[in-house]
């Protein structure tokens, strides 16, 4: 593998771990990651650059423009629902339309009585 097939790598982990816990600090991409805290500056520089974070503000996390479904894994900016459980405290993020979620969840199979 080339350095830039690795760097490439790692930028893309980084991507869908931000995505994932919608939150983009160093401390949390090198715990994450396990790399070095100087490494994961660079790459949420480079997230910064492609858009899909915000800039550094100090010390404080950096603001998250991107987003995960949890059902197909997808990673983007728009069309995504915050669906919410306020009873039991369950909160998912999906894809806002059934054709844009590409591994849609089958429907259940009932067994024949």
Not at 32 to 53: C, K
Not at 65 to 94: M, N, P, S, Y
């Amino acid at each position: 593998m080339t350095t830039a097939t690795v760097i490439e790598q790692q930028v893309d982990e980084a991507l869908r771990l931000v995505a994932t816990h919608n939150l983009a600090a160093a401390s949390a991409v090198q715990r994450w990651m396990r790399i070095s805290f100087r490494d994961a500056s660079a790459l949420l520089d480079e997230l910064e650059r492609r858009g899909y974070v915000g800039p550094a503000e100090g010390s404080r996390a950096r603001e998250v423009f991107v987003r995960r479904c949890e059902q197909c894994g997808r990673i983007g900016k728009r069309a995504f629902h915050t669906l919410a459980d306020d009873e039991h405290g369950i909160r998912i993020t999906v894809c806002a339309n059934k054709s844009a979620c590409r591994k849609r969840r089958p429907a259940p199979t009932h067994p024949a009585a």
